[in-house]
């Protein structure tokens, strides 16, 4: 599953891959939805902070984050890239483990979410909201 095509006029934030960087897009992400009228930006903050440590933490080169509403169900769409080739996953659960549970947090709280290669490297990965 694939979110669709991207609009030109896609709400875009380009960050420097910082810790920083989940902050100004939780921000973003929040600024963008009390201008669509969404009150209830929780699950959308938690889910672009995820998606943006990820990328900090585990990807390369600049963060984008796009938030675009699907065309076919109206649902928001929380897209980030990142140029590194590795892939997110949800890995075994493990109790002693400090962190790695993000991925399977934002799956439970979101309709669905992949990650797709971009065409000049990289990857996009994406979650759609309730």
């Known amino acids: 599953m694939f979110p669709p095509a991207l609009a030109p006029e896609t709400p875009t934030l380009v960050l420097d ?13 929040s600024e963008l939805f009390a201008e669509w009228g969404i009150a209830d930006d929780y699950v959308g ?45 949800i ?16 799956a439970e709280l979101v309709s669905g979410w992949g990650v797709r290669p971009l065409d000049e490297g990289g990857k996009a990965t994406w979650a759609k909201l309730h």
């Open 91 to 106: 890995g075994p659960e493990n109790y002693a483990a400090t962190s790695g549970r993000g991925l399977a947090l934002l």
């Open 45 to 89: 903050r938690l889910v672009v902070c995820e998606l943006v440590t990820n990328s900090f933490r585990h990807g390369e080169g600049p963060i984008v984050v796009r938030v675009f509403r699907d065309e076919h169900d109206g649902r928001v769409v929380v897209e980030v890239q990142d140029d590194g080739e590795g892939r997110p996953v």
């Open 17 to 29: 891959p910082t810790d920083q960087a989940p902050r100004l897009a939780r921000r973003f992400l």
